[in-house]
């Protein structure tokens, strides 16, 4: 007898599948992820909760496309300069002195983020 009060004892509780089925997805709507999921979504740019830790916004800044750098040539007048020198057949050689891109601190203050964070300030190369 006291064996059978035991065993009625152990599993008192029987949930069934249905129930934890509707408490699946309600449980994974409320996990701490959440939030900063539904906020990348809502604003189309990356956010989360630790960018808060560093001391910047919830969600990063959209990332900024640098504009093309001009192509400058030489010609009878002094120089030309072109925005998009690959659609122009037979270009010259180009004209220029100088670095192509930003500094790693230019493109800082450029995307308001931090040194440490910058992406790569040029995706031109020199010819």
Not at 49 to 63: I, Q, V
Request: aromatic letters at 8%; one cysteine or more.
């Amino acid at each position: 007898m006291k064996e059978k009060r035991m065993m009625r004892r152990s599993f008192p509780v029987q949930v069934p599948w249905r129930h934890m089925l509707v408490l699946l997805p309600v449980l994974a709507g409320l996990s701490a992820c959440a939030p900063d999921y539904i906020a990348s979504k809502l604003t189309g740019r990356d956010c989360q909760a630790g960018y808060l830790e560093e001391g910047e916004d919830w969600c990063n800044p959209p990332e900024r496309v640098l504009p093309p750098q001009p192509y400058c040539t030489q010609s009878w007048n002094g120089v030309d300069c072109w925005a998009r020198p690959e659609l122009t057949p037979n270009m010259a050689h180009e004209v220029y002195e100088g670095p192509r891109g930003l500094t790693t601190q230019q493109n800082a203050n450029r995307l308001m983020m931090p040194e440490a964070k910058v992406p790569p300030s040029s995706q031109y190369y020199a010819p």
